[in-house]
């Protein structure tokens, strides 16, 4: 009798136990992301994704959120033979708001590079706070890196939503889940590894 009591303990604690797991793997996903934009000297645009990006920052602008935008854009990186530099500058150049946007050329593929070469640019146009627009999934990351590896900016964080690419109910599409396994990857990297060296 007392050994089937301590089997049916062991049971209702494993399924416990699984519960609690389950509820923060469901969680996991809404974890990464930070919403938290304020208004800045200057709103910077992370490289990498380059449509949702340069959009949700030129909202951000239109709100009021910052004076200008700085778009950190490879320096070496080329698409179908044209230099990203330069479609970047011609991107900007036909906005409504080109007086307030420009390029920041960035050398580093890492995010820890990339907040090191835009400190340079951030610097050369008087920022003193920094609202930084990156993808969701990269939010909280991002904002840990740039406190981290460049404290002396005041930084906030903005969201950019690209729904092909992640959802914080992660474990509904193949996409979402690739990109939340490799961020939670890159996330624990960081805190455990990189942000030592």
């Known amino acids: 009798m007392n050994k089937s009591v301590g089997m049916v303990r062991k049971w209702l604690l494993g399924a416990g136990l699984l519960g609690i797991l389950l509820v923060l793997l469901?969680?996991?996903?809404?974890?990464?992301?930070?919403d938290a934009p304020r208004p800045s000297?200057?709103?910077?645009?992370?490289?990498?994704?380059?449509?949702?990006?340069?959009?949700?920052?030129?909202?951000l602008l239109a709100q009021g959120y910052g004076r200008r935008v700085l778009i950190d854009v490879p320096s070496e990186a080329?698409?179908?033979?044209?230099?990203e530099i330069q479609l970047a500058q011609k991107y900007v150049h036909g906005l409504p708001q080109a007086s307030a946007v420009s390029v920041c050329p960035i050398e580093g593929l890492s995010t820890k590079d990339e907040s090191k070469d835009a400190a340079g640019c951030l610097s050369r146009v008087g920022s003193k706070s920094v609202l930084i627009v990156t993808s969701d999934f990269h939010t909280r990351r991002a904002l840990e890196v740039f406190r981290r590896e460049v404290p002396q900016y005041d930084y906030s964080v903005a969201a950019s939503r690209e729904t092909t690419q992640f959802g914080t109910r992660w474990w509904t599409h193949?996409?979402?889940?690739?990109?939340f396994v490799d961020e939670w990857l890159r996330l624990i990297w960081w805190n455990v590894v990189d942000q030592w060296h």
């Open 26 to 34: 469901a969680n996991a996903g809404q974890w990464l992301v930070v």
């Open 41 to 59: 000297d200057t709103i910077l645009v992370l490289a990498g994704e380059t449509d949702h990006r340069p959009e949700r920052a030129l909202q």
């Open 78 to 83: 080329r698409v179908f033979g044209f230099n």
């Open 174 to 179: 193949r996409q979402w889940g690739k990109t």
